[in-house]
């Protein structure tokens, strides 16, 4: 009966799995004959568009048994299918009733057909030329039918593979393979069978706007498909944002339920919201890289020393020293326990001393052991280690520190090695990250800019700088300053629409802004609106009461300042009206300059056009 769950099976998800009970067999053979002879299969047909106009060039044939049949889901139709020998014939059938389907909707463009390598390979000689008889009988050239290899289980027999591609190819069909990504061997398959369309897996495409890895990952399969004469399809898009920035990256095809469903009768245009999404000039907002380089810890900073026990003698662990030129430390550990570290040069200068060796060579080397050593566990993160060895004593940044796991020692690391990687941070930080904001640096903002520029799009650039913030900085704080300034960064991405507008930050107060929105006036000035709010918080009653704070400037003089308010510099760009990121970043640097010239919160808009 409808509705009910057969004991049969298990539901996870609220998908219905098939449980292996012998039992049953019986009963699975029955459902599968009957499901076989009377024909009880529908074809669902699911649009591909191109990206780059939103035209419907294809469609994807889908199955589905009875709907009151717990093998409706093709899943668990085709796991009866292997369980009862009947794999083959099932996905004949499958075969013929999508190829019905579509050729009985008239419907244009290609069909990607789902072929499982396992099938293409089982087929006797025989009937590999069935598809090519039946697709003629119902009056369809084999130029518009792609076989698409859908995955199911390991394929190893690549040349076997191979020899059946080939055969399709020689009928006139072209080859796709599903799911590149998620399979057991696709990109071995990929690089076997040079097929004319890959499909990427939905895991990599949902949520791509927001995950750098994603997008990057995409990135790469687009650049291997440019070089191989391969067409990419991503699956499963289900938002705008996917979509857009799939068509940035190149992706040539897009295929999901924001673009359309499956179904028994399937549209032959997009949704007009998504057509004219894609036909509009403009580009994606790319996820950034924000706080990856900030979480490294020092794990990758860990050297394997040979640590010697407390048991051991001064006269030993010189010995040790005398024997490797190179060795500068030495930890002593009991029991993985880490006490202390042994400096070469401390050990020789003892050493060096009247009667010294004489007095304390046979005792424990603890007698020359700096026992309060720095100590950090490996996952601590470079920032944190580098903020105690600031704070501690100058000794520890010549002698390293020690790392453990779970407070065993497992190695050393170096101040040098510490210091190296804080510098390359802090490169880092400033060309693409900044580490205070965690919104991107200089190099994506050039990036985007000449993202925009390629694309011939209308976008504004609004400069950000905040005005007074030096003196503020004096009277109150830099930790309070970095307050502001992380402050300052949530209202403008508050105030944006991360889809379209772009948030920079390109150091210490200053930021920037491009805008692809359309009210982006309107915007600017509700970010005026509330940093004016907001940066009360940050002051004393007293400074709060009197609308500003005496502090010293650069010549000693007690000067007055007003509250910190924030001055917007605008421009507009034309298409074409300028060729690189160096011009708009002096147009906008000077009208940022005009801002500056109004008192308090302040827009400034150059609405001059150049030729």
Known sequence: MAGLIHPCLLTMNNVAYLRPDPDDDALLRMQLNDIIERRQLSALLQPIARMQDGEIVAYEGLIRGPSDSPLHSPMNLFKAARAC????????????????????????????????????????????????????????HPDRVIIELTENQPTYDYELMREAVLHYRNMGFQIAIDDLGEGFSSLRLWSELRPEYVKIDMHFIQGINHDPVKLQFV????????????????????????????????????QGYHLGRPHSAPARALPAEVAKALSRNGVAVYPQRGGEKQAATIAKLLHEVAAVPPSLSNNEVYEIFMAEPKLMIIPVVDDGAPLGLISRFDMIDHFARPYQRELYGKKSCRQFMDARPLIADKDT???????????????????????????????????????????????????????????????????????????????????????????FNDVYGYRRGDDVIQMTGRILGAHCDPDRDFIGHIG??????????????????????????????????????????????????????????????????????????????????????QAKKIHGNSLFVDRRQTA
């Open 508 to 593: 210490g107060d200053d930021f920037m802004l491009l805008f692809q929105s359309e009210d982006w006036e309107a915007r600017c000035r509700a970010i005026l609106a509330d940093f004016e709010a907001s940066v009360l918080d940050y002051y004393s009653l007293e400074d709060r009461d009197r609308g500003g704070y005496i502090s010293e400037d650069r010549q000693g003089k007690k000067v007055f300042y007003s509250l910190m308010s924030l001055s917007l510099g605008t421009i507009r760009v034309e298409p074409h009206q300028y060729y690189s990121h160096h011009q708009i970043a002096t147009q906008a640097s000077d009208a940022k300059k």
């Open 85 to 140: 020998g009947r794999t083959v014939e099932v996905e004949h059938l499958c075969r013929r009733v999508v190829l019905e389907r579509f050729a009985e909707l008239k419907l244009p463009g290609k069909l990607f057909l789902n072929v499982s390598p396992e099938c293409l390979l089982l087929q006797p000689d025989g009937t590999r030329g069935e598809t090519l008889q039946y697709i003629h009988q119902i009056g369809i």
């Open 219 to 254: 990135r790469s399969i687009q650049e291997i498909a440019d070089k191989s004469d391969t067409l990419v399809i991503a699956e499963g898009i289900e938002t705008q944002a996917e979509l857009l920035v799939l068509r940035d990256i190149g992706v040539a095809y897009g």
């Open 381 to 471: 993160s470079l920032q944190d280690l580098s903020y105690r060895m600031v704070e501690s004593a100058a000794h520890h940044l010549f002698n390293g520190f020690i790392i453990t796991e779970h407070g065993r020692y497992v190695g050393m690391g170096t101040g040098h090695d510490l210091m190296r990687e804080i510098t390359q941070m802090q490169i880092h930080a400033a060309r693409y990250a900044n580490p205070l904001t965690q919104l991107p640096g200089n190099v994506p903002i050039n990036e985007h800019i000449d993202r925009l520029l390629e694309s011939g799009t209308r976008f504004w650039v609004c400069y950000c700088d905040l005005d007074h913030f030096k003196p």
